[in-house]
Structure formats: structure tokens, C-alpha cells
């Protein structure tokens, strides 16, 4: 594999600050609601500091993240990913979150047999919890079962994966 440069931008939003860094035409992370802008990149980099460039990398998808962010709805299905570094179940696993709609959710337990391996909702639990795209690979439509609102790793935690569901169900209300 080639060690081609990674490119970084940070922009605000009304979920706070976000950072989007990628490669070419590929996403490889998204932080968001990051209190700094600083916090944003550093989250975004995950502990990369090689060939590390700031630049005004993907702009449109920038704009797209601050208009879903303000309730404007997008699945951003068509975003290319990084999945390198991912496992072929937690490929599928990814696959099939992306699957979920806007303003909709899906149980750990769905997912999990979406992902051809009923039985392994915890395991998919595990593949959110690294989840480097959210918004984009939406984990914050995956619950519990019976609807339980389950866990989030993003900032604020439970009270944002809300926040977010909220924000959607409001969208496809309207």
C-alpha cells in the first residue's frame, strides 16, 4: 500500500466543532461535536501524525455534514470509505448500518443478522463503538432491543446519540 498523504479540514456546526480526513477521494474519519476546533483534528487524526496535511479537503461533504447537522436529510451513501483497516465482519457490519435510513433505527440484533452473523449483536455493539465515520456510517440509528437507546462513544454519549435522533425524527416529520 501506498502511504499517500492525508488531508484534514475543521469546520463548526451547530453539534460543535467537526474535522473530516481523508485520502484521495476516500473518508477515513469523522470527528464531530468536538468543543475546539483543535480537539476536532486531533479526534479526526487518531494518533496519526504522518504525512498530515490541512487543507480545505472535501468541502462538499463539509457542507453536507453542517446541513444534516441542521436537520437537512442525508444518508450519505454515496461517500467513498477507508475500510482498510476493518475485518470482513465489521465490513458487513458497516454495510448494513449505512443501510439504515434517515430518521429511522435498527436493533444491534438487526444489524448483526443483516451482517449475515445472527447472534453477534454484541459484536456488532463492539464495531460502533470504533465506528471512525459517524454521521456517515450512522451508529447513532443502532438501539437496543425493545428500544432502548443503548450506548454512543461520541461526545455527551447518550444525550447526543438523542439529540440526533431526535433532530431526524423531527426532519422526517416535516
Known amino acids: 500500500m501506498i502511504d499517500l498523504p492525508q488531508e484534514i479540514m475543521a469546520f463548526k456546526t451547530t453539534f460543535g466543532w467537526c474535522a473530516i480526513a481523508g485520502c484521495e477521494e476516500q473518508l477515513r474519519d469523522l470527528a464531530f461535536a ?6 476536532a483534528i ?8 504522518s504525512n498530515v496535511r490541512s487543507t480545505k479537503w472535501n468541502r462538499k461533504l463539509a457542507e453536507r455534514i453542517v446541513a444534516a447537522l441542521d436537520g437537512e436529510p442525508d444518508e ?6 477507508d475500510l482498510e483497516h ?3 465482519f465489521s465490513r458487513r457490519v ?5 443501510r439504515i435510513g434517515w430518521g429511522q433505527t435498527a436493533s444491534y440484533g438487526e444489524i448483526a443478522r443483516m451482517a449475515e452473523s445472527p447472534g453477534a449483536a454484541r459484536a ?3 464495531v460502533m463503538a470504533g465506528n471512525r465515520t459517524p454521521l456517515v456510517v450512522p451508529c447513532h440509528r443502532v438501539i437496543a432491543s425493545e428500544g432502548k437507546i443503548g450506548g454512543f462513544s461520541a461526545p455527551d454519549g ?3 446519540k438523542k439529540r440526533l435522533l431526535a433532530l431526524e425524527a423531527a426532519a422526517a416529520k416535516a
Not at 34 to 39: D, F, M, S, V
Not at 76 to 81: E, P, S, T
Not at 94 to 98: D, G, L, Q
Request: proline share 6%; net charge positive.
Open 124 to 126: 456488532v455493539g463492539s
Open 42 to 49: 486531533k479526534r479526526a487524526l487518531r494518533d496519526s501524525t
Open 94 to 98: 458497516i454495510a448494513a448500518c449505512r
Open 86 to 88: 476493518l475485518t470482513p
Open 158 to 160: 447518550i444525550r447526543l
Open 76 to 81: 450519505f451513501r454515496d461517500v467513498q470509505l
Open 34 to 39: 468536538q468543543p475546539t476546533r483543535e480537539a
